[in-house]
């Protein structure tokens, strides 16, 4: 029972649309109801997809599956690439930074705040405290310092950047706990520990493919890459254990 549930989450990962392409790879990635990969245009909360292009916000609500209904669209003055929906927020990275979004009301969000950087790819995943995003300076993300950037969302109308962990080719990222999981391309899937997150440290780095995204579920750590996807058991995050791979 438990392999049929992982293999649906693969079907799932396979099967949803890509957001941010950093440098020439595409990163695919599912979102799904508070489970989804940081590299994801799109979110489910409740009854509601958040769908986003480079400039609209498009709001649906999917209660009767066989009849969705467009309640509404906000205009962005940015060039959307990601969503991360939490609690009753959605965090939305974009070339230029990362804002953030109240859906309270699911119906109508409502920009709450923002931070702005170089232009630049940015994935975000968060928690009640911290966000976490990692930029890619590259020509085609733009100028920034790639790394892990963390910032303070206390007040979450005026995040503040607490710390930067410079990093090669950071790609998605995934929060376990207080472990941020961070793709790198064929630098491998490094293991973060941000307990204290003015002083994040490496506790490790796999290096079993190119490392694109990374959605956790349940225990599971399921990774998207080059060739398909790749399944670690994160019982432990000290050290999470290969279970196996899909190759498309």
Avoid at 41 to 50: C, E, T
Avoid at 114 to 122: A, E, F, Q, V
Wanted: net charge positive; aromatic share 10%; charged share 15%.
């Amino acid at each position: 029972m438990r392999f049929r549930k992982i293999i649906g989450l693969f079907c799932a990962a396979v099967v949803l649309l890509p957001a941010c392409n950093k440098e020439s790879t595409t990163a695919d990635a599912s979102a799904g109801t508070g489970k989804g990969g940081s590299l994801a245009r799109f979110a489910i909360s409740g009854n509601y997809l958040y769908l986003a292009d480079y400039s609209m916000l498009r709001v649906f609500d999917i209660s009767n599956p066989v009849n969705t209904v467009e309640k509404n669209s906000v205009p962005l003055s940015f060039g959307v690439e990601t969503i991360f929906p939490y609690k009753d927020k959605l965090f939305i990275g974009a070339t230029q930074g990362m804002f953030v979004f109240s859906i309270a009301d699911p119906a109508k969000p409502v920009s709450l705040g923002s931070i702005m950087h170089l232009r630049s790819c940015d994935p975000v995943v968060a928690n009640d405290t911290i966000s976490y995003t990692t930029l890619q300076g590259t020509p085609r993300c733009g100028p920034a310092e790639s790394g892990l950037y963390i910032y303070d969302i206390k007040t979450v109308t005026t995040p503040v950047l607490k710390k930067l962990l410079p990093l090669s080719t950071p790609y998605g990222l995934g929060l376990v706990d207080s472990v941020v999981f961070v793709c790198r391309g064929d630098n491998g899937l490094s293991a973060i520990n941000v307990k204290d997150a003015a002083d994040p440290k490496i506790m490790y780095t796999k290096k079993d493919g190119f490392y694109m995204d990374v959605i956790p579920y349940d225990n599971l750590l399921v990774c998207y890459i080059n060739t398909g996807i790749l399944v670690y058991n994160a019982s432990d995050t000290k050290n999470i254990l290969k279970l196996g791979t899909v190759n498309y």
